[in-house]
């Protein structure tokens, strides 16, 4: 019998096969945090007097014993069994007998589903963190290993000024940085408690809603049950906001490993156990990594507009639409930090080419400078800009490469790769407020 089943009633098979869905596949990930949330529930119904001590104590018990089996890889939700909630409720109540119904007393399974996901949402978002932070951390050693390695810069795809592959490295670091701005707002946004909301309208049972905050270390509890209901969704979107910023800076890092592996530019190669061959061009060597990347992360930035989508037209309470945030959030979760883990793997493994810029045609990169130059001199702008254009016309431009220099903040000759670790630093420090 399910929680909600009263005697005499059934549901039809189909009716319950298609509004369970994948749910019970999801609620498998959410199973320690369900326990988590029921130990700290447990603990205060015990102190408010909804449930003897004794019964508190050998309640919190019976639940560490669950969630070793959760965390050993051995729970299953068992057949005819509706969800991880009521799966963690039946074997507590065969370990200690009717002291395991009193659990759900003052909780809604709203509720237990908008913690168990502010909890899981919370723990991924730090694992994310983490996965940002390595990369990040390799980009920018990579950046000052190859910083001065000269690349050609391009607007339009078309050749424009120098850049040079520290640039280039570094400037994908300090992208993970605002993405993680983005990220520290969804942690804010998750780290707030909704338990003890009930239904979505609170409970005649005196609880004590900021017990259970401190015990599951929350920063703080969604004070209005109304709104810690309408949370569902919202803490989701946060989320998907977060992975979708860093899944965009992940396309443009794959896009431009394509285009730089591809043999007409020739900037960048990798061993050949991280690239694929042809079935019929034996001298392929195919960026299969970055393309699959590149294509997962444009799927994921869909993932904020599907659960806007979602969201859109829902008055305030609970609705069974927020239970389909699960299959559109959780499996983005694990594609973003599989992702993460192989521009790891591969930029580990890069080489990158030396004096690429000596090719004669990159000579024209080299305009500006010799604009620069003539301004140097004392020369209008307007008017070192028609003789360089000129000399570019006329076939007679040159310009010789050890004449760069470039030193202004953020620039080829001077990163400020420290400066850029150091706001990353700032950034990070908001995950711990």
């Known amino acids: 019998m399910k929680l909600w089943q009263k005697e005499n009633t059934s549901t039809s098979q189909l009716v319950e096969q298609f509004t369970v869905g994948r749910d019970k596949e999801f ?25 003897t001590k004794e019964e508190a ?23 005819g069994i509706e969800d991880v909630h009521s799966q963690i409720e039946k074997l507590l109540t065969e370990k ?10 003052g909780r809604s399974r709203n509720d237990q589903v908008a913690v168990d996901i502010k909890l899981y949402l919370r723990a991924e978002i730090n694992n994310i963190k983490e996965e940002v932070k390595n990369l990040f951390d390799l980009l920018i050693s990579k950046s000052e290993e190859h910083k001065d390695k000269l690349l050609p810069g391009y607007t339009h795809l078309q050749i424009a000024m120098p850049s040079s592959a520290g640039l280039w490295l570094g400037a994908y670091a300090e992208s993970l940085i605002d993405d993680l701005e983005l990220l520290s707002a969804a942690y804010h946004i998750v780290n707030k408690n909704p338990l003890g909301s009930g239904a979505g309208y609170g409970s005649s ?53 394509c285009l730089y592996m591809n043999q007409n530019f020739g900037f960048i190669s990798f061993p050949d ?30 993932v904020p507009n599907e659960i806007t989508l979602l969201l859109n037209n829902l008055p305030s309470g609970y609705h069974r639409d927020l239970q389909l945030t ?17 521009v790891q793997l591969m930029l580990q493994n890069i080489s990158i080419k030396e004096n690429i810029l000596a090719d004669e045609k990159y000579k024209y990169l080299f305009s500006v ?25 006329n076939g007679t431009f040159e310009y010789n490469l050890q004449q760069l220099h470039h030193t202004h903040e ?13 706001e990353m630093l700032n950034v990070l420090r908001k995950f711990d407020v």
């Open 57 to 79: 104590d050998q309640a919190i018990k019976g639940l560490n014993e669950i969630l070793k089996t959760i965390e050993q890889g051995s729970f299953i939700i068992e057949e």
């Open 205 to 257: 049972f005196p609880l004590n809603r900021k017990r259970t905050t401190e015990l599951l270390n929350f920063a703080t509890l969604n004070y209005n049950s109304v709104y810690a209901q309408m949370t569902r969704g919202k803490a989701e979107k946060a989320t998907a906001i977060g992975i979708s910023s860093i899944a965009a800076t992940l396309s443009k890092l794959s896009m431009d490993c």
């Open 27 to 51: 609620d498998l990930l959410l199973a320690k945090y369900d326990v988590q949330g029921s130990i700290a529930h447990v603990t205060m119904l015990g102190e408010v007097g909804l449930m």
């Open 410 to 422: 953020g620039s080829i000759g001077h990163l400020c790769n420290e400066e850029i670790k150091n």
């Open 96 to 105: 200690i007998g009717d002291a395991g119904k009193k659990i759900h007393s």
């Open 273 to 302: 156990e991280l690239t694929t061959g042809s079935s019929i061009m034996p001298h392929k060597k195919n960026p299969d990594v970055f393309e699959l990347i590149r294509a997962k992360c444009n799927r994921m930035q869909s």
């Open 326 to 342: 699960k299959e559109i959030l959780f499996p983005a979760i694990e594609e973003i930090k599989a992702c993460l883990q192989l």
């Open 369 to 393: 400078e010799a604009v620069n130059e003539l301004v140097n001199k004392g020369i209008p702008f307007r008017e070192a800009y028609q003789q360089v254009g000129n000399a570019i016309n």
